[in-house]
């Protein structure tokens, strides 16, 4: 492991952290707590491709 994979492990880590904290703190039923979760699975997701294709590209 090279220090760039720790610097990314630690960082994804912190944002799920805060995404988690987030979803927890509202209190909600646990069906809008899994649409949420799922919402932002596909923002994680949506702003990863993007990265992805920008590095492939460049």
Avoid: E
């Amino acid at each position: 492991m090279n220090g760039d994979t720790v610097v990314q492990t630690l960082w994804f880590a912190g944002a799920f952290t805060l995404v988690l904290s987030s979803l927890l703190a509202r209190r909600l039923p646990m069906a809008d707590w899994l649409k949420m979760a799922l919402a932002w699975v596909a923002i994680f997701g949506l702003v990863f491709l993007v990265i992805r294709t920008w590095q492939i590209m460049a």
